[in-house]
């Protein structure tokens, strides 16, 4: 078991199977985001309080979990990382940073035009909600700043991991702020499992596309891991016999 | 379709929230691709360096 899951972990295996599966995870993100938008824009019915506006959530819920996912598999890829010094890990957390950080951007900007029309305003600074997801994208920019303010890249490596396990403190201010601080953001509307306040046919392609959301991160972030991988690896025989070579 | 579009009103807000969302997805996908290319290309040069 553990033999296995360290070849898994080894760069050119790693790099064999990632390309295996790029074109299939490629496919059926497409599917997904097809499906998904064709039921947010048009099946799902316009909501009978905000109109068609509501449709917006469809891309801002995606990229608000999203935001919040990409940030705990970087924090756990950094906690490996620093733990059993595991190569992969580590280029795993560092790949995740400009993902995380677009999804987080996404989530404000959408939330923001979302909140224009709906609330009256593009942002308020009183909102628990808006500010900590903020809050985020900083975390994630300065994630990337560390990374390249420091010289010696095994010590920038142990520092982003650490300064993002701190960060983790933020994720569930972000997802208690609606319940515990009643400001301008609404509640949940999907987490509660039992009970979901949203109509079935609104509910399915915001799944379909949180889904979609969620194979796009994993092929974005399997792209630039390989980037990592091949340039990191680049004296090793392997890589000069896949440069080298013309097979792909 | 005139109505579709029109999203209840909504169009200018509906519609750029999912052009910049369309924007920044696309872009996360082809940067690394265009990344991959550079990267073949400089480890190539590398090479080729060292043969000579």
Known sequence: ?????????????????????????????????????????????????????????????????????????????????????????????????????????LALVTGSIWGKPMWGTWWEWGDARLVSELLLLFLYIGVIGLYSAIEDKRKAAQAVAILSLVGTINIPIIHYSVIWLNTLHQGP???????????????????????????????????????????????????????GGTNQ | MTEFLHMGGYAAFVWSAYGISAVVLIASVLLPIFEKNKIRKRIQRMLQEDQD
């Open chain 1, 1 to 105: 078991m553990y033999k296995w899951f360290h070849q898994l972990g080894s760069p050119p295996t790693f790099y064999r199977w990632s390309g295996l599966w790029l074109p299939w995870l490629g496919i059926t993100c497409f599917i997904l985001f097809a499906v998904g938008l064709y039921g947010g824009l048009v099946t799902a019915p316009a909501d009978y309080q905000q109109s068609d506006s509501f449709r917006i959530i469809y891309v801002h819920v995606p990229a608000a979990w999203m935001s919040m996912f990409v940030y705990m598999v970087m924090a756990i890829s950094g906690a490996i990382a620093i733990i059993w010094r595991i190569k992969l890990s580590e280029i795993m957390m560092l790949s995740c940073a400009p993902i995380g950080a677009s999804f987080t951007f």
């Open chain 1, 189 to 243: 509307t999907v987490s509660k499992f039992d009970n979901p306040s949203i109509e079935t046919s609104m509910l399915i392609p915001l799944l379909i596309m949180a889904l979609a959301f969620k194979l796009f991160f994993g092929i974005v972030l399997l792209l630039r891991a390989r980037n990592e991988v091949l340039w990191r690896e680049r004296r090793s025989q392997w890589v000069k016999n896949l440069v």
